[in-house]
């Protein structure tokens, strides 16, 4: 949370109703820096699957975006020599998110009701 509160302040990021996965506070250090902090957290709470399942759905939010922003994401962590804290390939990733999404019986993913399916055809094109 920290994170994020400080990248909508260094961007100075109207935090309005909605904004999509390209808003300007959600940078590439952000992302990766708030996915780091998830993979930290699941080691913590390994053996207790209600905690774990908190963290896996809440890391979904730093999934969608970075998955939707896949190359560019990947791309930055590379020039600026940031370790990848999400699995190695977008294609592991995306099935990373989609077994939480089967597990926590999560029905969409927007307010249009959109769900998995949606969702694979807009990171890996329709």
């Given at each position: 949370?920290?994170?994020?509160?400080?990248?909508?302040?260094d961007?100075?990021?109207?935090?309005?109703?909605s904004?999509?996965?390209d808003?300007?506070?959600?940078?590439?250090?952000?992302?990766?820096?708030s996915?780091?902090a998830?993979?930290?957290?699941?080691?913590?709470v390994?053996g207790?699957d209600?905690?774990?399942?908190?963290?896996?759905v809440?890391?979904?939010s730093?999934?969608?975006?970075?998955?939707q922003?896949?190359?560019e994401?990947?791309?930055?962590?590379?020039?600026?020599?940031v370790?990848?804290?999400i699995?190695g390939?977008?294609e592991e990733?995306?099935?990373?998110?989609a077994?939480?999404?089967?597990?926590q019986d999560?029905?969409h993913?927007?307010?249009?009701?959109?769900?998995?399916?949606?969702f694979?055809?807009?990171?890996f094109g329709?």
């Open positions: 949370m920290e994170t994020m509160e400080q990248s909508v302040a961007t100075e990021f109207y935090m309005g109703e904004f999509g996965p808003a300007e506070f959600l940078t590439p250090e952000a992302l990766l820096t996915a780091k998830f993979t930290e957290g699941e080691e913590l390994k207790d209600a905690l774990l399942g908190h963290i896996e809440a890391k979904l730093v999934y969608y975006v970075t998955l922003r896949w190359d994401i990947y791309g930055w962590a590379t020039d600026n020599g370790a990848w804290p699995e390939t977008k990733a995306y099935d990373e998110f077994r939480i999404y089967d597990e999560i029905t993913l927007r307010e249009a009701q959109e769900g998995i399916d949606w694979h055809d807009a990171v329709a």
